[in-house]
């Protein structure tokens, strides 16, 4: 009677023998086609940039995964508009582009090029630091002291110009839903609230 297993044929050492070989044959193909598939085009290095803010064109060079909250802080030196969290949750690097409020942080600078750019430092009307006046939303934050430390009031207030100008604060319960992605981490909620419901009543 033939025996079912003699240690010649079914060994460990052979099965590793015979399998080696299979597996050799299946990857062949793989390691070829992965050296002759073109690969994605992909962009290198620093390229120029052109940025339209606050009414002046910007030219700048930065990487194109740099986002528009850093080419204003890190390349422009605009550092009015905050970096929170760096993550589209706190809303302190809100700017406007094109008239509606963004998250630069979560944005290209090179998507946003030969696009209107306002940022906090361009909101106060005129540059001349003695003559310009302060935006109506800059005055109403000054009088109901709608901050405390400070660091997300740019957002808060070019947030806040926003949602007026959208129609989005002509009741207590919807500016707060409309200013919900803005963050105080002082707790300055109702002095925003307030500053933000006086302008809106003189829409
Ligand atoms: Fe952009 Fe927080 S820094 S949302
Ligand atoms: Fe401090 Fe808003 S005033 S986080």
């Known amino acids: 009677m033939a025996s079912k297993w003699s240690p010649g044929s079914n060994s460990r050492r052979t099965f590793l023998k015979n399998t080696t070989g299979l597996v050799g044959l299946t990857l062949a193909p793989m390691n070829q086609a992965e050296h002759t598939a073109p690969g994605p085009s992909v962009v290198q290095g620093a390229t120029e940039l052109s940025l339209r803010i606050n009414g002046r064109v910007y030219s700048l060079r930065a990487e194109p995964r740099t986002t528009l909250l ?30 509606e409020r963004i998250t630069s942080c979560l944005t290209l600078a090179i998507m946003q090029q030969d696009k209107a750019i306002t940022t906090i430092e361009g909101l106060a009307n005129g540059d001349d630091i003695a ?52 963050i105080c981490r002082c707790g300055a909620y109702p002095n925003i609230l307030a500053a933000i419901r006086e302008v809106a009543s003189r829409q």
């Open 70 to 99: 850093d080419a204003l802080r890190e390349y422009l030196h605009l550092t009015g508009t905050k970096k929170g969290c760096d993550h589209g949750q706190c809303g302190a690097c809100t700017v406007h582009v094109e008239g």
């Open 131 to 182: 003559t310009a006046r302060l935006h109506p939303m800059q005055e109403a934050f000054l009088k109901h002291d709608g901050f405390q430390c400070g660091y997300c009031t740019s957002g808060q207030i070019m947030s806040a110009v926003a949602c007026v100008r959208e129609g989005h604060a002509t009741s207590d319960d919807q500016c707060r839903e409309w200013m919900s992605g803005n």
